[in-house]
């Protein structure tokens, strides 16, 4: 089998991930490859590292460049999917890194995101409960934003198995100055992000925290509310959570680790590491790989799950190429690696 896939955004960083992945895709051909202000220009001269596709040349993102290919990956800033995907017509496969169709309700949309809500389409993070089914066939996908990715990953478990209080859950996460995207930004200066840590969206306001609450939510079941605060790390890739939560009356650590290897027994790409060794984000880059770790602190009465994954590839680009396999038929892990570069 073949398959064509257009790549739009192909000039951004999330684009360029999807590039890579694809590239090393056994049953994919990349076709249109689309890009805004570098329309024109070739690929080489924008991401050097795809060396395979430095001939290819970037044409304008727009309906008619994308259509006539079986998959269209969107990685374009929020707010520029919806039109696109009506004009694209039902049939084709097309999958969003953008945030437009995550959310479920308007009014969390509308306040976070400040525009019209665009609908909602199968959301692609297919290790939560029931959530693999609804990508099976799936012809629109959203791909979860990377914080939400890595702290769905870390607090599903505990939640399925009824082992935590839903109003007492604190998130804070470290993320690599790739997140932000390519375009200049002052806070993302070099000489400004290194060698040294900021927190930035601190106060409940992060785009991201009502999607973490909506994916716990329907995890436990009943409404879950979580204190996210993100921060700024003096590197490219990589997202570290720490997330923790109140323990229900008797819960044990015992109860929670096997909670949580039960839940992940047969994930190919979330595992809990072995007890004692805890999650780095250099031992998931450019890999589709979660890695997790858990202790119960008794004094406080809480547990405590570090989440390590790269934003770019679990967190957008190897989700994003995760659900297409299974949007396809095709086996999930086609074209990911969980093998890491070290040191
Ligand atoms: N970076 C990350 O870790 C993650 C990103 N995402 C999402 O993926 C999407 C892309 O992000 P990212 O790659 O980081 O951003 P970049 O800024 O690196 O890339 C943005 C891309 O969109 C194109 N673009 C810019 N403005 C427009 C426009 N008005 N119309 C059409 N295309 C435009 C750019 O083209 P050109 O350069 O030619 O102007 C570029 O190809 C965003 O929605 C982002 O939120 C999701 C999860 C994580
Ligand atoms: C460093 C930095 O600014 N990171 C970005 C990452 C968010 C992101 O990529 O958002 P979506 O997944 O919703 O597209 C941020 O926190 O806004």
Redesign the pocket.
Known sequence: MSLTAAV?????????EVLRLLANHPEVEIGAVT?????GGRLGE?QPHLHPLAERV?TE?TAENLAGHDVVFL????G?SGELATQLGEEVLIID???DHRLESASDWESFYGSAHQGTWPYGLPELPGQRDQLIGARRIA?P??YPTTVLLGLAPAFAAGTVEPDDVVVVAATGT??????LKPHLLGSEVMGGMSPYGVGGVHRHTPEIEQGLTRVAGQPVQVSFTPTLAPMARGILATCTARIGPGVTASQLREAYAAHYAAEPFVHLLPEGQWPATKQVLGTNHVTLQLAVDNRAGRVIVVAASD??TK??AGGAVQSMNLALGLPETTGLTMIGAAP
Do not use: E, Q
Not at 8 to 15: L, M, R
Not at 75 to 78: E, R, S, T
Not at 178 to 183: E, H, L, Q, T, V
């Open positions: 739009s955004g192909a000039s951004g960083y999330a684009g360029g890009a805004h202000s570098s329309a924008l970037l993102t990685a374009l800033p929020h520029a890194a953008a945030a791909v934003g990377c790739s997140g932000a995207g390519k375009s934003n770019l967190g957008t």
